[in-house]
């Protein structure tokens, strides 16, 4: 396995990881979703609504407890809630970093959120409570990934369902165009918009085509996911293979 977990420039342990990623997500988070949606040309709300359609089934029951981690500012949630019918449980919406969060919470406004400011390696909630976790784009940053996929089936019923969404690079020759703007246009783009950002992970705006550089290939994370218990294992890809839906399900008990 080449990746265990996230590791910004200068961290040290999982700790420091950890720290780097949340200070850096609080330090973009007033820009965020100007910067996702330029930088994506806007196929993310595609991605977030293709995702929320595959539970369809689960977030249509009004009883169903579901948690979206690494909710950032909140659009995963946003997609979500589209398929809750009225009166319906609150969807948990947690993150740790607090200015991605607040930004979500004005988006969450009068809607049936919980909002937490939780670590997901630490989830402040019951073993075998949730019947569904998604979390979209924010996986990757995990300081050590084997952790989550643990933590996550804990607090998963048997029968619950677990879908992953993050980006991965695709093969080919389309690979490699998209490569060069992932690596070199992508960065440039945003710090033209957002200009220059830098912490002690460095810019944020390097960080993300690293990040997904480094980042378990899908048959990587799908064994990771099987190592740690899941059952239905599967990677769906989306537009060419840019992004991707994993989804897998804590067995029932027999
Ligand atoms: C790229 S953003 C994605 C936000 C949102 N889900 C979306 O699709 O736009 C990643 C988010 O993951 C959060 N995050 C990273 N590691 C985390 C952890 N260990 N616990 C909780 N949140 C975490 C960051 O704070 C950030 O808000």
Redesign the pocket.
């Given at each position: 396995m080449s990746a265990t977990g996230a590791k910004p420039i200068g961290a040290l342990d999982e700790e420091s990881a950890?720290q780097a990623?949340?200070r850096m997500?609080d330090s973009i988070a007033p820009r965020y979703d100007l910067l996702?949606h330029v930088l994506s040309l806007n196929v993310d709300r595609l991605w977030?609504r293709r995702a929320a359609r595959r539970f369809h089934e689960v977030l249509a029951r009004p009883d169903a407890a579901i948690l979206d981690?690494?909710?950032?500012?909140g659009?995963?949630t946003m997609a979500l809630l589209r398929h809750r019918p009225r009166g319906a449980r609150p969807i948990f919406a947690?993150?740790?970093?607090r200015g991605?969060l607040a930004r979500g919470a004005r988006k969450f406004a009068g809607r049936a959120v919980a909002v937490l400011e939780?670590?997901?390696?630490h989830l402040p909630l019951r073993d075998q409570s949730l019947d569904l976790i998604v979390t979209?784009?924010?996986f990757r940053?995990?300081?050590n990934y084997a952790a989550g996929l643990r933590e996550f089936y804990r607090v998963l019923k048997p029968g619950g369902q677990l879908g992953i969404l993050e980006f991965s690079e695709p093969g080919g020759l389309l690979g490699q165009a998209y490569a060069v703007y992932f690596r070199r246009v992508l960065p440039a783009i945003g710090r033209a918009i957002c200009g220059p950002i830098s912490g002690e992970s460095g810019s944020p705006y390097n960080y993300l085509p690293e990040s997904v550089g480094n980042f378990p290939a899908p048959a990587e994370l799908l064994d990771l996911l099987r190592a740690a218990g899941y059952s239905a294992c599967a990677w769906q890809p989306y537009t060419f293979g840019i992004a991707g839906l994993y989804t897998a399900a804590r067995a029932q008990v027999s």
């Amino acid at each position: 396995m080449s990746a265990t977990g996230a590791k910004p420039i200068g961290a040290l342990d999982e700790e420091s990881a950890a720290q780097a990623v949340r200070r850096m997500f609080d330090s973009i988070a007033p820009r965020y979703d100007l910067l996702n949606h330029v930088l994506s040309l806007n196929v993310d709300r595609l991605w977030w609504r293709r995702a929320a359609r595959r539970f369809h089934e689960v977030l249509a029951r009004p009883d169903a407890a579901i948690l979206d981690v690494c909710c950032g500012t909140g659009d995963m949630t946003m997609a979500l809630l589209r398929h809750r019918p009225r009166g319906a449980r609150p969807i948990f919406a947690a993150d740790f970093a607090r200015g991605m969060l607040a930004r979500g919470a004005r988006k969450f406004a009068g809607r049936a959120v919980a909002v937490l400011e939780a670590d997901a390696l630490h989830l402040p909630l019951r073993d075998q409570s949730l019947d569904l976790i998604v979390t979209a784009f924010g996986f990757r940053n995990l300081a050590n990934y084997a952790a989550g996929l643990r933590e996550f089936y804990r607090v998963l019923k048997p029968g619950g369902q677990l879908g992953i969404l993050e980006f991965s690079e695709p093969g080919g020759l389309l690979g490699q165009a998209y490569a060069v703007y992932f690596r070199r246009v992508l960065p440039a783009i945003g710090r033209a918009i957002c200009g220059p950002i830098s912490g002690e992970s460095g810019s944020p705006y390097n960080y993300l085509p690293e990040s997904v550089g480094n980042f378990p290939a899908p048959a990587e994370l799908l064994d990771l996911l099987r190592a740690a218990g899941y059952s239905a294992c599967a990677w769906q890809p989306y537009t060419f293979g840019i992004a991707g839906l994993y989804t897998a399900a804590r067995a029932q008990v027999s």
